[in-house]
């Protein structure tokens, strides 16, 4: 709706109750006709039904529908007050009837009548209105001995019908009179939904007695249930749909979600691959450069002399490699001799054969501190002299 917050409550109220009354959907068009009837809603109620209530009579039967709306006094001065208070005029209404006629009635509905208009619509139910007058001769006895009688109790439970009452007398009773145009008392009106509205199906004024009442009412409302069973139908159907839609909706995302999850997992695990492969280029930029730092650091290799020795290394598999070192250098050079060639492996330990003894490995994340100890202890130390054979493990393999 456009623009409501230039609405008084009364206002925003009167536009509710008028949605209620006519079903009309168009909130905006609601409002429309209520401004032209300067928001006086009974009138803006009484032209829009054009005035088309059928003249009452002493029975109930079907009548052409007729909107129910709650709020208009008809064929009257108003000389009552405004309603400031319809739930509490319903309530005043009912425990003056029960402390004057007692309490074994159809239990009334304890609210307003738009609030009852809204309630037999949502649940599917007829909805009996009784207006009550105090002035009215035959008022006593029906109240006494049909209202309270065990026939209309039995059957508003039999029926699951709602009961809804007032006097005219209070300002909301009035209103509601207002609605109906009752001539005589006493006075009930059948309400149900029909065609998506809530209608006057049936009307009865004028005294009657309990057994004639449940024919009358049983008339009326067998011939206006078949309006009930399809609105019954159609929600159901709309409640399957939603079900439906809902399930849809859920398989849907369960559906997205393994997807998502799918996707998480495949991004996951290529990110892993993308990163393994970055660590994996990494160390291998790293092993390049380490090897290249260690075949720049090597000393030249010593001629003949007192100082030179020969050390063999032995692959499990491939030929000896042969290579002479000054004794008094450091174990860090054949090291880095080893490390220096591509037939050797990059992760690798030198050990002696008998009796075993290792005696370097390549320094890596586990062993970091393995080239400075290399570096402090010379071969001569080592006890490596003369011609020694060292066998080279491949620690990778």
Not at 6 to 26: A, M, N, P, W, Y
Not at 229 to 244: C, G, H, P, T, V
């Amino acid at each position: 709706m456009a623009n409501d917050e230039d609405l008084s409550s009364e206002q925003t109220d009167k536009l509710v109750q008028f949605q209620d009354i006519t079903g009309i959907e168009d909130m905006e068009r609601c409002r429309e006709v209520l401004q032209d009837n300067d928001w006086n809603l009974e009138r803006a109620v009484q032209r829009h039904l054009g005035d088309t209530t059928s003249d009452t009579t002493e029975r109930f039967y079907p009548e052409p529908t007729l909107e129910i709306n709650p709020e208009v006094r008809l064929l009257r001065p108003d000389v009552r007050r405004a309603v400031t208070d319809a739930d509490g005029d319903v309530r005043r209404f009912i425990r003056e009837f029960d402390e004057k006629y007692g309490e074994n009635h159809p239990s009334f509905y304890s609210s307003s009548y738009s609030s009852a208009i809204r309630s037999a619509k949502q649940n599917l139910q007829f909805l009996i209105v009784y207006l009550h007058s105090d002035k009215h001769s035959d008022t006593d006895s029906f109240c006494s001995d049909v209202i309270c009688s065990e026939t209309i109790r039995t059957w508003f439970q039999r029926r699951n019908a709602m009961f809804w009452g007032c006097s005219v007398e209070l300002p909301e009773g009035h209103r509601v009179s207002g609605i109906l145009r009752e001539n005589v008392y006493p006075f009930l009106a059948v309400i149900v939904l029909k065609e998506n509205k809530m209608m006057v199906v049936g009307r009865m004024e004028g005294f009657c007695s309990a057994d004639v009442l449940v024919e009358r009412l049983d008339t009326v409302v067998e011939s206006n249930e078949a309006s009930l069973i399809a609105e019954m139908a159609a929600r159901q159907e709309r409640a399957r749909a939603a079900d439906l839609r809902e399930q849809q909706d859920e398989a849907y995302l369960a559906t997205l979600r393994a997807d998502q999850e799918k996707e998480r997992l495949k991004r996951q695990e290529q990110e892993q691959e993308e990163r393994l492969r970055n660590e994996q280029a990494e160390k291998e930029m790293q092993l390049v450069n380490r090897k290249k730092k260690a075949e720049e650091s090597l000393s030249p290799e010593p001629t003949n002399s007192e100082d030179s020795i020969k050390v063999i290394l032995k692959l499990p598999e491939g030929p000896r490699i042969e290579r002479k070192f000054d004794k008094k250098h450091n174990l860090s050079e054949l090291h880095d001799f080893v490390l220096s060639r591509n037939d050797m492996p990059d992760s690798f330990e030198l050990l002696t054969n008998f009796p075993t003894k290792v005696i370097l490995r390549s320094e890596n994340a586990e062993n970091c501190n393995e080239y400075e100890r290399l570096k402090s202890i010379t071969f001569e130390e080592a006890q490596i002299t003369g011609t020694t054979l060292l066998f080279v493990r491949d620690l990778d393999a």
